[in-house]
Every structure is written in C-alpha cells, then in structure tokens.
C-alpha cells in the first residue's frame, strides 16, 4: 500500500477520475489607458484626458456580438499569468506588460459554456502601446472606450460588468497610494499636470491644498523633487499656463501611505 503525507493511503491514478475539475480556466484582461485630446482654446490650457478600457466585439457564441474583455483559455503548460500575456498579444496585439493580478470569478452560471472559472487581470499602459491594435482570428472588432460608456451604455458579455467595476476600483486606489500617474506624465511635468491626471482616474479626487501637501507634508516627502539646472536654478514651463511653473520628477521613493491624501 502506497502511503502518503501524514499517514493516509495516497489515491490510486484511477481514483483522480473522480475528482471533478472545471470545464475550463481563462484569464480575462482589463486593459486600462489615458486617452490624451489637446484642448483648443484661446488660451493655454491643459489636454483632456479620458480614462478608457479596451474591449473586444465577439463574433462567436457565446454573446456574439456583446463586447467582452479580452482573454482565453489557459493551456496546461502555462501559468495563467502566462495565460494572459500570450491571450493578450494574440487578440490585440499588445505585450503582456504591466499586468498585475485582480481576483477570480467563480459565480455558478457565469459562463453557458459550463463550469468556468476565470482569473482575472488589470494593466494601465501607455495611449501608445494600443494605437497599433488589431483584431486576431477569434475577434471581430477591438474598441477603447471611456469606463462609464463601456458600464452605462455597452452590453457586456459573461461576468466581465463585474470584473471592470472591480479592476476600476482598484486601479484608483492605486492611483491615490502609488506612484503609478507617472506612466501618463513626461520626466519633467507640473503639480497641474499631475493633479489632472489623478482626477481623470478618480473624479471625486478633490483636494484643496493639494500642492502644499505633496510638497510639504513630511509622510510624502521624497515622492518629487524639483527640476533643477546645471546651475541649480529651477526649471520652469509655461508650455499649459501663462505664468511659468515649477517642473517637479518623479523620485524611486515608495510610499506605503496615500501619497496624495
């Protein structure tokens, strides 16, 4: 008798028959980018950004024709992270790039194919790396939109209305406690620009005495520096305003509190 950890008879190869497994496992991507639009005005101004989502029209059952996230099945010699980054680049032509982990999805029925459970994963990637898109075999159309037209006004196939709410919400927090605004901003940018970028991913951000706070709150010190010449004068532009601004960088410092709150 062939015994295994802790005493117990191990389980002969005919037993694992037994043993149901789910009928499939993909990983699905929410694919997160801001979209740039220079404003015209008499006046300088800063550009318009729009938070979108990438989605994929799909042309076969199931939800033919509903837009859906991009994402497949995994294969038994891959990881699903590796799951996501070759579904990715398969369907969109994008690199797996800045994808990090959200959560599984297990709802019973979310999938009339059968017993379906997908994992979920989330990316915010430069406007550039989505300009050259394209559509693979198995899709017929792939399409940015803003977040609240793909929740309010797209009909979203399987469970994946569920996955964005999830991974929107997620990628704000990471915008309020990381450093991750700076994939959206040159080297050297203004507090304006960075404020902007901020509100453009979470709306409701709203904070008075936010330039005084970043720059001097002792917790957030080290985030920026100033943007000085050989001559340790200070950079300035007026590239977005009238009156020139100080140009800040991004330092490495990592925060382990809300960096901008």
Same mark, same amino acid.
């Given at each position: 008798m062939r015994m295994g950890k802790g005493g117990r008879e191990a389980p002969k190869r005919d037993d694992v028959k037994k043993y149901r *497994?789910? =009928?499939g496992i993909p990983a699905d991507i929410v694919m997160f980018t801001l979209a740039k639009q220079e404003r015209k005005a008499a006046t300088k101004a800063l550009p318009r950004f729009d938070l979108k989502v990438m989605l994929i029209k799909r042309k076969s059952w199931p939800f033919a024709g509903a837009w859906a996230l991009p994402g497949g099945f995994s294969q038994e010699d891959e990881s699903l992270f590796e799951t996501a980054q070759r579904e990715l680049m398969e369907e969109t032509g994008v690199d797996g790039h800045h994808l990090e982990y959200l959560g599984v999805y297990s709802k019973p029925g979310r999938d009339p194919r059968g017993w379906v459970i997908s994992h979920a994963f989330f !990316?915010?990637? +430069? #406007? *550039?790396? /989505? #300009? @050259?898109?394209? !559509? !693979? =075999? =198995? !899709?017929? *159309?792939? %399409? /940015?939109f803003t977040v609240q037209e793909a929740l309010d006004e797209l009909d979203l196939g399987f469970d994946h209305r569920e996955?964005? +709410?999830d991974a929107y919400k997620r990628i704000q927090q990471q915008m309020l406690h990381t450093t991750i605004a700076k994939q959206f901003l040159p080297p050297h940018f203004t507090l %304006? #620009?960075?404020?902007q970028v901020i509100q453009t991913v979470v709306p409701d951000f709203a904070e008075l005495n936010f330039i005084r706070k970043i720059t001097s709150t002792r917790s957030r010190q080290g985030i920026l520096e100033e943007?000085? =010449? #050989? +001559? %340790? @004068?200070?950079?300035l532009s007026n590239q977005y305003?009238?009156?020139p601004a100080q140009l800040y960088r991004f330092t490495d410092f990592t925060p382990r509190l809300s960096i901008y709150t």
């Amino acid at each position: 008798m062939r015994m295994g950890k802790g005493g117990r008879e191990a389980p002969k190869r005919d037993d694992v028959k037994k043993y149901r *497994t789910p =009928d499939g496992i993909p990983a699905d991507i929410v694919m997160f980018t801001l979209a740039k639009q220079e404003r015209k005005a008499a006046t300088k101004a800063l550009p318009r950004f729009d938070l979108k989502v990438m989605l994929i029209k799909r042309k076969s059952w199931p939800f033919a024709g509903a837009w859906a996230l991009p994402g497949g099945f995994s294969q038994e010699d891959e990881s699903l992270f590796e799951t996501a980054q070759r579904e990715l680049m398969e369907e969109t032509g994008v690199d797996g790039h800045h994808l990090e982990y959200l959560g599984v999805y297990s709802k019973p029925g979310r999938d009339p194919r059968g017993w379906v459970i997908s994992h979920a994963f989330f !990316a915010l990637v +430069e #406007e *550039t790396v /989505l #300009e @050259k898109r394209q !559509a !693979a =075999d =198995d !899709a017929h *159309t792939v %399409g /940015l939109f803003t977040v609240q037209e793909a929740l309010d006004e797209l009909d979203l196939g399987f469970d994946h209305r569920e996955i964005l +709410e999830d991974a929107y919400k997620r990628i704000q927090q990471q915008m309020l406690h990381t450093t991750i605004a700076k994939q959206f901003l040159p080297p050297h940018f203004t507090l %304006g #620009e960075l404020y902007q970028v901020i509100q453009t991913v979470v709306p409701d951000f709203a904070e008075l005495n936010f330039i005084r706070k970043i720059t001097s709150t002792r917790s957030r010190q080290g985030i920026l520096e100033e943007v000085r =010449d #050989e +001559e %340790g @004068k200070p950079l300035l532009s007026n590239q977005y305003s009238q009156r020139p601004a100080q140009l800040y960088r991004f330092t490495d410092f990592t925060p382990r509190l809300s960096i901008y709150t």
